[in-house]
């Protein structure tokens, strides 16, 4: 059974934090609050950790996992940025966005792309998400909580419990955070493309 940590939005308890991060560090996965909808997440050396996410939402191994990081110099150490991509992307994050870029050899392989050796990467502006990182102190590899054949990811902290319960360790419930997922930039080929219109402004990338 999931533990269910119900958390302040703006304030979160950081006795409730710490535990959440224990849990992490202890190899769960969890499902938590972003700027743009929950998220599943884990420590990028979970092994386990990528394979449960793609059970439960039935992902093959060309999905681009997500490294959901605290600030723009922990990204920096995950992927490759010319001038204009790094002058763009600071820009904008913290921000519902995520940029798929060139991993640098701080990604491992199993969380690249198998072909083009990318993955993404995001800065998120909720309070929780924010705390759990600078608690772990390390990025997390997170993937939008939509389920498999869901118009709509879930929104209520109560209903990923009850519906994942069995294969989620934890459940950190900040209330209502929207379901529009971020916008999905990949910058992979130097210029970027809005690949996924979501919960950040487009416009700025076109």
Not at 66 to 71: E, F, K, M, R, S
Not at 73 to 84: E, F, K, R, T, W
Not at 150 to 176: C, F, Y
Request: proline share 8%; charged share 25%.
């Amino acid at each position: 059974m999931a533990r269910y940590f119900d958390v302040h939005p703006e304030s979160p308890q950081p006795r409730s934090i710490a535990q959440v991060v224990e849990l992490l560090r202890n190899d769960a996965l969890i499902a938590y609050p972003t700027d743009s909808c929950y998220a599943l997440g884990s420590r990028m050396d979970n092994h386990d950790g990528v394979d449960r996410i793609r059970q439960i939402r039935r992902l093959d191994d060309k999905h681009h996992f997500t490294l959901v990081c605290a600030d723009f110099a922990q990204l920096g150490q995950l992927v490759q940025l010319d001038n204009s991509a790094f002058r763009a992307i600071k820009a904008a994050t913290p921000g519902p966005y995520t940029f798929i870029l060139p991993a640098t050899a701080e990604v491992p392989k199993r969380l690249a792309h198998p072909k083009k050796r990318s993955v993404g990467v995001r800065i998120p502006s909720h309070p929780v998400a924010i705390a759990i990182l600078r608690e772990l102190g390390e990025p997390l590899l997170s993937s939008t909580l939509l389920m498999p054949g869901a118009e709509w990811p879930m929104v209520e902290g109560w209903q990923i419990k009850e519906e994942l319960d069995l294969v989620l360790d934890a459940v950190v419930d900040a209330g209502d955070c929207g379901t529009e997922p971020s916008t999905v930039v990949d910058w992979t080929s130097g210029a970027p493309e809005v690949v996924r219109v979501g919960a950040g402004d487009p416009s700025r990338f076109a």
